[in-house]
C-alpha cells in the first residue's frame, strides 16, 4: 500500500479546512436565520466534505516532476453528489409553489467553496462567498419591496398552537385566494406572528376574511394590509 505524506502538509490541510468552516458558516447563518431546511450546519457539512475531497485528489494525484497533480474525477462526482442533497430542499407547496430553490443552490455553491478552499484557491473561496452573501442580502430587501407594492398581506398575531398557519391558508384558499408566501416570526415562546402575502383583493373581501381567521382558536389579532 503506497504511503501518501499528508503529515506533511498538516498545517496547508487545516488552513484549508478551517477557512472552509468559516465560509461555508457563514452562507449557513443566512439559511439559519430564515430557517431554511438546510442551515448552518448542513452547509459546514458540505463544505468540508468537498474540501476533504479535493484535499485528498490532490494529494493522493500522480507526481509529475516533484508536484502533485489532482484528479478531477473525485471533484465531478462530488457536484454530481451534492445535486441529490440540493433536491431534499425543495418542496412543492399546495400552492403550486416551489420552496427551497436557493437553499438548494447555496448548498451547491458551498460545495464548490469546500472544492476551491481545498485546493488553496483562498481567493476565489472568499470572493464567491462574498458575493453570494451580497446577492442573498441585496435580493432579500427586492423581494421584500416587491412583496410589498405589489401583493397584500394579513398579518395574524396568535399563540403557538399546531397547524395553525395551515389553517390561515386553508380558508384563505377557499375563498379562491391565491396565496405568494407566508413567513412565521416568533416572538416567545408562547406567541407568534404569521404573516401571508397574496394576489391583490377588494379591502372589503379583506375584512370579511380576516373576521374569519379572528375565530379561530388562539388567535390574538388579525391585521389586513391592502
Not at 506533511?8 to 468552516?21: A, D, F, K, N, P
Not at 396568535?158 to 396565496?179: M, P, Q, S
Amino acid at each position: 500500500m503506497q504511503d501518501f505524506p499528508f503529515n506533511l502538509y498538516l498545517g496547508t490541510i487545516t488552513l484549508r479546512l478551517l477557512t472552509t468552516v468559516v465560509l461555508t458558516g457563514v452562507i449557513g447563518w443566512d439559511r439559519e436565520r430564515f430557517r431554511k431546511p438546510a442551515g448552518l450546519r448542513t452547509h459546514i457539512l458540505v463544505g468540508l466534505g468537498s474540501a476533504l475531497a479535493m484535499l485528498i485528489s490532490t494529494l493522493t494525484g500522480p507526481v509529475v516532476n516533484g508536484v502533485y497533480q489532482m484528479d478531477p474525477r473525485i471533484a465531478q462526482n462530488v457536484l454530481t453528489g451534492i445535486g441529490f442533497l440540493g433536491a431534499g430542499t425543495i418542496l412543492h407547496l399546495k400552492e403550486g409553489l416551489v420552496s427551497g430553490l436557493t437553499t438548494a443552490a447555496t448548498l451547491w455553491v458551498a460545495a464548490v467553496i469546500g472544492l476551491a478552499a481545498g485546493c488553496g484557491f483562498y481567493s476565489g473561496a472568499l470572493l464567491t462567498t462574498v458575493l453570494v452573501m451580497l446577492v442573498l442580502y441585496l435580493m432579500n430587501l427586492l423581494e421584500d419591496s416587491l412583496v410589498d407594492s405589489l401583493y397584500h398581506n394579513m398579518t395574524v398575531h396568535a399563540k403557538i398552537t399546531g397547524h395553525l398557519t395551515e389553517t390561515v391558508k386553508e380558508i384563505l384558499r377557499d375563498d379562491n385566494i391565491k396565496i405568494i408566501r407566508a413567513e412565521t416570526q416568533v416572538v416567545s415562546p408562547s406567541e407568534k406572528y404569521i404573516v401571508i402575502h397574496f394576489k391583490p383583493i377588494p379591502a372589503a373581501w379583506g375584512k370579511s376574511i380576516s373576521r374569519k381567521v379572528e375565530k379561530i382558536p388562539g388567535v390574538k389579532e388579525v391585521l389586513f394590509n391592502s
